[in-house]
């Protein structure tokens, strides 16, 4: 699409994506890909049940303000539920792939040869055809947002990583210098 912008210019709005959508037969015949996604998916589970018990240790210690008041909880927290909004929104990128159907051909024009009324359209194909555009954008918005969260996923690991590492001294140094610039 394109707009007129000042002047008589034209301000054109593209956008290029690509989608795969064999996800596992074509790119996992073995199943290694599925086996370490499901491994991730119950490496998840036991990370938030390692946090919620953290949550009731300090309850029963009565030091709950102590465990919120720490920032690095909340990147825990942040993390887990970024890395659950991925999972789900793999599923349901492999969900429509499971459902994603493509024609060989879609025959638009009622007939090629016309000499008059050479547009005509034949209205189910042309259905048909803008079905399965809307149905590829649908695709490609799912899997861009995929890989959006996977990108917020990645820094916030590089979060805790480094609230990890804070008590090793050469490395903790590097937490030790942002906790102060803050």
């Known amino acids: 699409t ?15 994506r690509t989608v795969y959508v064999d996800l596992y037969a074509r790119m996992d015949p ?3 890909r599925f ?4 491994a991730l998916c119950a490496l998840l589970a036991l990370n938030v049940l390692d946090e919620l018990r953290d949550v009731y240790k300090a309850q029963k210690k009565l030091a709950l303000h102590e465990y919120l008041s720490q ?23 492999w969900r429509q792939c499971e459902e994603f159907r493509m024609q060989p051909s879609y025959p ?14 034949d209205a189910g194909q042309e259905h048909a055809y803008l079905s399965f555009l809307a149905d590829l954008r649908a695709l490609s918005e799912e899997f861009a947002a995929y890989n959006a969260l996977c990108g917020v996923s990645i820094l916030l690991f590089c979060a805790r990583f480094l609230k990890a590492v804070d008590f090793q001294p050469r490395l903790g140094l590097v937490t030790r210098t942002i906790s102060a610039a803050a």
Do not use: K
């Open 108 to 121: 638009v024009l009622s007939s090629v040869t016309s000499e008059a009324r050479m547009f005509q359209t």
């Open 35 to 38: 086996a370490l996604e499901l």
């Open 71 to 93: 920032a690095g909880n909340y990147w825990d927290c942040a993390h887990f539920g970024v890395m659950a909004a991925g999972w789900v929104r793999w599923y349901a990128f």
């Open 30 to 32: 073995s199943g290694v």
């Open 2 to 16: 394109f707009d007129w912008g000042d002047g008589g210019g034209i301000t054109w709005d593209w956008d290029v």
